[in-house]
């Protein structure tokens, strides 16, 4: 008996003004990403395929942290495209931070087409533990 697969397609963010002059040229593609947390930082998991380490940027202003990555599309030379499935476009994420980071040691590293990002916790959120004295 034959299963079936199921598949999540890219969730596109936007194509540009709809109202009026196109912003951008081609898609541009919410990242799915994953958040973990430990007891000392979040980190978040950022799927951005065919991304290379110099087509990420990554900016926080306030307390407002955008991802962004850009995708060249595949054309193999020698080539005419008949059908595709796999959409082309750019990738972007905005996140609000909580007061709860620290903002200025914030880290990230992007390998094969996963950008992660450690974001560290406010040594005033963490928990403190109290020492008993006996009596």
Do not use: C
Not at 1 to 24: C, F, H, L, P, Y
Not at 43 to 67: C, I, K, N, Y
Not at 87 to 105: N, W, Y
């Amino acid at each position: 008996m034959a299963q079936e697969i199921a598949t999540s397609r890219k969730q596109e963010v936007d194509r540009g003004n709809r109202n009026g002059e196109a912003t951008r040229a081609s898609a541009a593609y919410r990242p799915m990403t994953d958040i973990f947390e430990t007891k000392d930082h979040v980190v978040l998991v950022t799927d951005m395929p065919g991304v290379g380490a110099g087509d990420v940027e990554v900016t926080l202003e306030r307390r407002v942290l955008t991802l962004r990555g850009h995708v060249e599309p595949p054309a193999p030379e020698g080539y005419r495209q008949v059908y595709a499935e796999y959409g082309a476009g750019d990738f972007e994420r905005v996140f609000t931070l909580s007061e709860d980071i620290d903002q200025d040691r914030i880290s990230a590293n992007q390998k094969d087409g996963v950008l992660t990002l450690e974001l560290p916790k406010a040594a005033s959120v963490k928990p403190k533990k109290i020492t008993i004295k006996a009596a």
